[in-house]
């Protein structure tokens, strides 16, 4: 492997530590290394705390090192001021001399200003290693700021004979079609994304939660569509343990392509991410409307017989493992 590959492989471990905590922004990670050793690493901190350019740059001892260092970084470096200063400015602060970027940033406020800049001050800039790489890593940044969207990811648990729910049941709580392991990761899945959507009747007929429960970590926002505001404040997606947004006529036409409408809706809300749980309803529309990235569908040992039949979805499988019982098919949207 060669040596840029080498320390932009390192970058892309270190930046899933921020996984479910620096969004809206990127999870980044960044390497220095000096004499063909490294010298300093950083993430990502939560939003608002600082990039990862700031934190590797602090975690360096010896910064006089720095003038004679190579900093390796996934994304490129932000010029301009958010929540914080610009990492370049950082970077020309120090005198680093050389710096490997994984992929340039598209983001319109960033879009090449930070290699242009550090390139003005003499520094030796090499962008494109591990480009794919990077890329797929920040894919919810990139949807985001690209597709003017949040990434979109379809989650559904099926009976092995196909169905979704069954046709009739004696109580408001889910009927459980996967292991207590399935669940366990669908809720570590929530801890990753921002936002979570259901439909009107999965919260009347199942009064869900969409938190996480099984896993630490923080609850994602709920979002609920309900047409005709028939959800009252009993039910306990209502309740204080996470931000709930209600998506009603005020919000949306109904009379119109109602996934476009949310996905607008979601991205002026900076939600770069959310995981569509359901109903069947809910799952078919986006997937009609061609709006998902990846699905994820759990299949049980359960059979129903008769019931609200699974989604139809045209994808590419790229996976399928066992968890127990249970299988998990996992798709993308080419």
Not at 178 to 192: D, G
Not at 260 to 269: A, D, G, K, P, R
Request: hydrophobic share 35%; with cysteine.
């Amino acid at each position: 492997m060669q040596t840029h590959e080498y320390y932009i492989k390192r970058c892309l471990q270190i930046a899933k530590n921020g996984l479910g905590t620096t969004r809206p922004n990127p999870m980044v990670g960044a390497v220095i290394v000096h004499n063909n050793s490294i010298i300093g690493e950083g993430f990502t901190s939560a939003y608002g705390g600082p990039h990862a350019e700031v934190n590797a740059v602090n975690s360096v001892k010896n910064k006089s090192l720095l003038k004679d260092s190579t900093m390796y970084v996934l994304l490129e470096p932000c010029s301009h001021y958010g929540k914080t200063p610009p990492c370049s400015d950082l970077i020309i602060h120090h005198n680093i001399p050389n710096v490997v970027i994984g992929c340039a940033d598209d983001n319109p406020e960033v879009a090449g200003k930070g290699i242009a800049k550090l390139k003005a001050h003499d520094c030796n800039v090499i962008v494109g290693v591990l480009e794919a790489e990077c890329k797929a890593h920040l894919k919810r940044f990139f949807a985001y700021h690209n597709k003017k969207r949040p990434y979109i990811i379809l989650k559904w648990a099926e009976t092995e004979d196909g169905f979704i729910a069954p046709e009739t049941k004696d109580e408001q709580k889910p009927v459980w079609i996967t292991n207590t392991y399935s669940r366990q990761l669908v809720h570590k899945w929530r801890a990753e994304e921002q936002a979570i959507l259901v439909g009107t009747n999965t919260v009347i007929e199942d009064n869900p939660s969409l938190t996480v429960r099984d896993y630490t970590g923080e609850n994602p926002v709920r979002i609920v569509i309900d047409k005709t505001n028939k959800l009252d404040e009993s039910y306990r997606i209502f309740d204080s343990s996470a931000k709930t947004i209600k998506l009603t006529k005020t919000e949306l036409n109904f009379d119109k392509p109602l996934a476009f409408q949310i996905c607008n809706y979601l991205h002026q809300h900076n939600i770069n991410s959310v995981i569509i749980e359901g109903g069947a309803k809910t799952l078919q529309t986006f997937i009609d409307e061609n709006l998902w990235d990846e699905a994820r569908i759990f299949i049980g040992k359960t059979e129903f017989k008769s019931g609200t039949k699974a989604p139809q979805l045209n994808g590419r499988l790229i996976s399928e493992k066992k968890l127990k019982e249970d299988r998990i098919k996992f798709y993308i949207n080419d």
